[in-house]
């Protein structure tokens, strides 16, 4: 079935640091990928998304291109604040289409 | 639109008692999930429906555990008897369509469950 391995954490940064999170995934076809972040004590949010191969999505200074040729969904940002300090979950649909499956999350705590 | 609406936000109760869990999907999304998230296994799926009906209960741990949604706002996990080992956070998300088709999970706040 479909599966996600991301890179394991915590990833401690200083302000203004460029950021790069690994994403790799396994799936039957082409499904959507997708970044959720996770700030303390909230919810998941949709961070991005990308619908097909060479699609990039991006939202709030953070970018992840699909790589199909090399199965990946790397997220990056340029310049990281302090309140990016959050968990970051990599994500794909179930073989089924139906729900997701998740990635074990990147701790990324940034400091000034 | 206000998101999807769980309640309550934290939850400590005793083992052995009865914990219900609400949500309220985002009006017009026709797809329903529950997950759970724990530090040991991540977030998993428990019970997804479409149209109020369940489709895939296939991650509910057990038969303490049981979800129902009886209308297209409205659903709730119920957990009886509850144990420590169900102390988690429970999250809902909704959907207008199946992510095959392209489309996005909205998750709620979740329900952070303490079962002492």
């Known amino acids: 079935g479909n599966s996600v391995t991301q890179m394991e954490g915590p990833v401690t940064l200083s302000e203004e640091a460029f950021l790069t999170i690994n994403c790799t995934y396994t799936?039957?076809?082409?499904?959507?990928l997708f970044w959720y972040v996770q700030y303390p004590g909230e919810g998941l949010q949709l961070l991005l998304k990308?619908?097909?191969?060479?699609d990039k999505g991006s939202n709030k200074g953070f970018e992840a291109t699909y790589r199909k040729e090399t199965t990946s969904f790397h997220l990056e940002k340029g310049s990281v604040q302090v309140s990016d300090s959050a968990v970051y979950f990599c994500?794909?649909?179930?073989?089924?289409?139906?729900?997701?499956?998740f990635g074990k999350g990147t701790t990324l705590s940034v400091s000034s | 639109d206000a998101g999807v609406i769980q309640s309550p936000r934290h939850e400590v109760t005793e083992m052995g008692q009865e914990v219900t869990l609400r949500c309220k999907p985002i009006?017009?999304?026709?797809?329903l999930f529950w997950y759970r998230q724990t530090m040991m296994r991540g977030l998993e799926l428990l019970i997804y429906?479409?149209?109020?009906?369940?489709?895939?209960d296939s991650g509910m741990p057990e038969d303490r555990f049981s979800a129902k949604m009886p209308n297209a706002s409205f659903s709730t996990l119920k957990i009886q008897p509850s144990e420590p080992r169900d102390s988690a956070v429970y999250f809902c998300?909704?959907?207008?369509?199946?992510?095959?088709?392209?489309?996005?999970?909205?998750f709620g706040p979740g329900t952070r469950l303490t079962v002492l």
């Open positions: 009006s017009g999304h026709d797809y």
């Open positions: 799936a039957t076809g082409y499904p959507s």
């Open positions: 429906f479409n149209n109020n009906v369940p489709i895939d």
């Open positions: 998300a909704s959907s207008y369509d199946v992510l095959e088709r392209g489309d996005t999970q909205y």
């Open positions: 990308a619908t097909k191969a060479d």
């Open positions: 994500a794909l649909p179930n073989q089924a289409g139906t729900a997701l499956i």
